[in-house]
């Protein structure tokens, strides 16, 4: 990514940049340190007083690579959307569309956010500026941050001015693109391997680094306390930068539907968020009125409710991606029956109902009802498509009824996107695989962190017992071998457990972010691993304290 494509996307300048963005943060990044050491002289000691002078390196990094980041995050959002848009973009050129209607189209197509934005002004440039079409795509392949997009771009004003067949290019170019997008997909995939290694890495040396924080006082005389916190913050800090790394490299491809509109399956997952808070509410009252549970138990239990939203959560998705597998197969019936019928959507949806589409059956019929009762198509696809909750079948709908309308063959249509969705829910597929994996990965790391934290604390524990018990000799004291006094160890157990939530809090909505779900389904995974925490505590501890009592 250059500097010049960078400064197209933020639609600045570089002198501007630097004006009204880069020299008011560098030169804050200057002042305030000399402010610091005029204004709190003793805070600054020793090593310390290096911290403020990072400062300004820090602010001069930041605007240098501002643009960059803005520039990435648009590439991102344009690669994820090209399948939808090379698949719109076919589908109405087989309607014999005007080329410039094609780009009108697409550029008032919202969802396609910053592609929608980018053939705008390719609309623009031949409208207001009276650029031919060829380089109006020449033009802002040039500034477009996405390498997908920009070789599209080349291609059709290449296309365009050798005079060949916008239909026929558009047709062949769903196979060209689709091709790249699955490369980019399998890409991401595997940078989400990257993350699942770097994250048990990351974690493995952060169990030696809290566990020697349990330890090392009993060594040195350290406050325990004081280094249990670091290990939280650290802990914490970096489990969240593994979480935006993932996100940053997950394929942004929601299997929920992406609309505002609350539907039966979105108004039936949200009544069962104050069910399961209520269900908390009762368990801890009933916990704290019995009062006789060890704390990571009583947590485990009075979260458990949680569980029940989570499985109201995965039980719609996975009937979402169930309809996914089925639409495929409908659209082509639906394109192939509807061209044989004179393109009558209505009559071949008749003839279709006798045929069983899984979960999507019921969609099927509701839909053929809503066109018999003159709801009218355009509203009655939309209600269609909302109802099934899916956002692939959502975006390709529009597709097949835009295209319709305009006139376009429904069986090549149908063929078309079929084709191009069943190449995606594949691709699905393997991100499942990925996202299932790493959660047996992920359990299985939260119960070696409470195991080994545990173990540790209950180490010392004992040893803080055993020690302050021993009659020394005159003169002498425990000090000169070992430090007994490390802390309350209920304040030391407190901050191990509040690690482990943390940690399996975000490790949870990891693998939301991995799979693509909702969420809230997400609370499932969250609650089991709060229970391997409780459990692995509970074990840990009584093995610990049987094992090196009976020395």
Known sequence: MNYKRAFHSIDMEPQTYLKRFGLPIVTFGL????????????LFVGPTKYIPALLPVICIIFVAYYPISIAEGKASRINNNMHYYITQMGSIAIAETPRIDIMRILSENKDNLDLAAETKKIYNLVTVWNLSLADACKFIAQRTPSPIYEDFLDRFAQSLQSGEDIKEFLLSEQNVVMNEYESMYNGALYGIEIVKELFVSMVMSLIFLAS?????PIITGMDAIMLMAIVVAVFIATDTTILFFAKSKAPRDPTWQ??????KSKLQLYRTIPVSLGGCLLVMIIVVLYGKITLPIAIAMILTPLVYTGYTARKIEKNIRRKDTSFAAFIR???????AKGGMVDEALKALRAHDFGPLTGDVNNLYKRLKTRIGETKSWYLFSTSTG?????RFSVMFVQAKQLGGNPEIIGDMIATNFHRIVNLRKR????????VG????????????????????????????????????SMGMVLYTDVGNIETLSMMVLFIMLAHSLISAILIRVVDGGHMLSATIDFVIMVWITGISAVVTTTGVASLLGAT
């Open 390 to 394: 899916s956002n692939l079948i959502q």
């Open 212 to 216: 020697f924080a349990v330890i090392m």
């Open 441 to 476: 990965v992920l359990y299985g790391l939260t119960g070696g962190i409470g195991f080994t934290m545990y173990i540790s604390l209950g180490v010392v524990d004992l040893m803080q017992k055993m020690f302050t018990s021993v009659d020394m000799p005159p003169g002498m």
């Open 31 to 42: 002042i305030f340190p000399f402010l610091l050491y005029l204004l709190f002289p003793t």
């Open 333 to 339: 019936s639906l394109g192939s029956s509807a061209s």
């Open 258 to 263: 992406q609309t505002n509109v609350l539907t």
């Open 431 to 438: 991100r499942y695989q990925s996202a299932s994996s790493l």
